[in-house]
T-cell receptor, first 114, second 115 residues
Framework: DQQVKQNSPSLSVQEGRISILNCDYT??????FLWYKKYPAEGPTFLIS?????DKNEDGRFTVFLNKSAKHLSLHIVPSQPGDSAVYFC?????????????FGSGTKLNVKP | KAGVTQTPRYLIKTRGQQVTLSCSPI?????VSWYQQTPGQGLQFLFE???????NKGNFPGRFSGRQFSNSRSEMNVSTLELGDSALYLC??????????????FGSGTRLTVV
């Protein structure tokens, strides 16, 4: 039973436009969320996090939004750049009782076209 | 500073054999977690170690085991290999013992192929 879902396996965006990657979760105990990006033949790279006490967190071109009532989070990349082309994973954790155990979505492959 | 180092990068084993994978975390990181990545199942949590103690475990059979040494380096072992164990095994380290605000840092993984 997948507790974190990324329903869009791929997304194509023009350079300079906004990329919006979505993630849904089912476990209401999740209170900490991360986004990672992954290039082929490399391990995932941490991008941005958000805890359940917030509904938004920004870091440069990356913003993560959390809608707890809908159990939904999204990653916005503005403006998108060709170097952003990668697979993006969202991950969720259920708090201090689940030390460093994260549930990952299946990933969304982002292609930013020049 | 050096990142998370996983060795070997690639490994081919025969069904029924056992394998040991190694992970050296970032200096100062005390928590090490292991994940299995397969095309069908995505990234799945195997276990997490902190100060040489396993604190958390995923839903994998007992053939999958691990340990952590006093220098925080970690190994995972898979015994009686099955074809389905073919996967990318990722190790991740983090600084804090509980809540992490920086996210894991992942290694590049060990690609295990079982034939």
């Amino acid at each position: 039973d997948q507790q974190v879902k990324q329903n869009s396996p791929s997304l194509s965006v023009q350079e300079g436009r906004i990329s919006i990657l979505n993630c849904d979760y089912t476990n209401s105990m999740f209170d900490y969320f991360l986004w990672y990006k992954k290039y082929p033949a490399e391990g995932p790279t941490f991008l941005i996090s958000i805890s359940s006490i917030k509904d938004k967190n920004e870091d440069g071109r990356f913003t993560v939004f959390l809608n707890k009532s809908a159990k939904h989070l999204s990653l916005h990349i503005v403006p998108s750049q060709p170097g952003d082309s990668a697979v993006y994973f969202c991950a969720a954790s259920a708090g201090q009782w689940d030390f460093n155990k994260f549930y990952f979505g299946s990933g969304t492959k982002l292609n930013v076209k020049p | 500073k050096a990142g998370v180092t996983q060795t070997p990068r690639y490994l081919i084993k025969t069904r029924g054999q056992q394998v040991t994978l190694s992970c050296s975390p970032i200096s100062g990181h005390r928590s090490v977690s292991w994940y299995q990545q397969t095309p069908g199942q995505g990234l799945q949590f195997l276990f997490e170690y902190f100060s040489e103690t396993q604190r958390n475990k995923g839903n994998f059979p007992g053939r999958f085991s691990g340990r952590q040494f006093s220098n925080s380096r970690s190994e995972m072992n898979v015994s009686t290999l099955e074809l389905g164990d073919s996967a990318l095994y990722l190790c991740a380290s983090s600084l804090a013992g509980d809540r992490i605000d920086y996210g894991y840092t992942f290694g590049s993984g060990t690609r295990l192929t079982v034939v």
